[in-house]
């Protein structure tokens, strides 16, 4: 479909329905809350955030409750322009921005033609939503897979140091008194040893932690399969961080005596060894990032840091003439794609589920 785009943009809210080829500046963006099923307590869009939305000419609609997680009242988003509604009519909306994916009964409520933003999440591998998606045509997108101008996925990142830095305040918690803990600190005072802090792993995350336990005196260990990462690991980090590759006897000296142990992904494949169980403290604080994510415990930080990359990802939809707009010409959005006019175009998920997936770089180029 051809549009005319002009360098002025009529901000002017319409409300009647359009599908993902006619979206442009004159759009609706529906906000839902969490399902109550599950722990998931983080959110996308501050009061503020969604006031710098609707003074672009973007008319938000809430769903009733949807800002409850993050401590903030319906009437903090009214007194910033935003419409609070029912579930129902936020999913009506034009662009519908939900934490979690949404179930498929959800999408089956979606205006077709609509567009959907979430992270990453298990829901995306169910067949019955990747269906509803493609039945209703949704072009839905996966936003810690978007990429900025720069090669930062700028979502992800902001939820892997959040969860480093939650890592270590959660350890803290835990070794103290009240968490139930001897009643330690972290850090070492005269006389007295910090704590070792052990992290097995490689990536934002783990960096952010290791940065975070450092900063609160402990003596922070990174073990990981690759030399490489470890050199990296110490660029980003500093020379404070201990740095040792994997060795079965080495592992087991450092679990023996750890205080803290975080677990995340190693360059290449590795599995905490179970039978070093038996050799763990009593008292020994264990998270692995792959099952637990600390920044559920502070979604008010993470919907204020999110809110940030919404604002400026919605500017750049106005200032290139609609969703379709940004897609073809944003390779780094392209990344994050899932399903696109009707198409799944997520070869991952494709795979998983086998279903079959098609390149959106051609499906675009096919189009042009």
């Known amino acids: 479909m051809n549009e005319k785009i002009t ?16 979206i442009d500046a004159k759009f609706t963006l529906g906000l839902v809350g969490n399902y109550s099923d599950t722990d998931e307590t983080r959110f996308l869009l501050t009061p503020e955030g969604s006031g ?13 409750g949807a800002a409850t997680d993050i401590s903030f009242p319906d009437s903090s988003y009214r007194e910033f322009g935003v ?4 579930r129902s009519e936020a999913l009506k909306a034009d662009v519908v921005l939900s934490y979690r994916p949404l179930h498929a009964s959800d999408i089956h409520k979606m205006k077709k033609g609509a567009a959907l933003f979430t992270m ?19 072009t839905s997108c996966c936003l810690d897979n978007v990429v900025s101008h720069n090669d930062e996925a700028v979502f992800a990142n902001i939820i892997d140091e959040i969860d480093g830095r939650g890592a270590i305040i959660y350890a803290q918690e835990y070794l ?14 005269a006389g007295i040893n910090p704590c070792e802090v052990l992290i097995i792993g490689d990536g934002n995350a783990v960096y952010s932690a290791a940065k975070a336990a450092i900063a609160a005196g402990a003596f922070v260990t990174l073990m990981n399969n690759d030399i490489s990462a470890l050199q990296a690991a110490k660029r980003v980090c500093g020379d404070s961080l201990n740095t040792i590759a994997i060795h079965p ?17 190693c360059t290449r494949p590795f599995e ?14 264990l998270l692995n990032f792959r099952e637990t994510h600390p ?74």
Request: charged share 20%; no cysteine.
């Open 272 to 285: 905490f060894p179970k039978n070093l169980s038996p050799v763990l403290k009593d008292s020994v604080y």
């Open 120 to 138: 990453m999440g298990s829901g995306l591998f169910d067949i019955n939503v990747i269906k509803a998606l493609l039945d209703k045509e949704i």
């Open 52 to 64: 710098l939305l609707t003074s672009g000419g973007i008319r938000v609609l809430m769903e009733k």
């Open 249 to 265: 006897r080495v592992l087991f000296n450092r679990v023996k005596s750890a205080d803290v142990i975080l677990l995340g992904e």
């Open 176 to 189: 103290s008194y009240l968490g139930g803990g001897k009643g330690v600190l972290l850090a070492g005072v």
């Open 295 to 368: 920044s559920i415990s502070v979604p008010r930080t993470v919907a204020m840091a999110l809110s940030n990359v919404i604002v400026n990802f919605f500017d750049e939809v106005i200032i290139k003439g609609g969703i379709n707009h940004l897609i073809g010409s944003t390779p780094g959005v392209q990344n994050g794609m899932v399903t696109f006019r009707g198409k799944l175009v997520d070869k991952l998920i494709g795979s998983f589920l086998n279903l079959p997936s098609v390149d959106i770089k051609v499906m675009l180029a096919a189009t042009n």
């Open 83 to 86: 419409n609070i509604v029912t």
């Open 7 to 22: 360098s002025d943009f009529d901000l002017k809210t319409k409300l009647h329905p359009v599908d993902a080829d006619t």
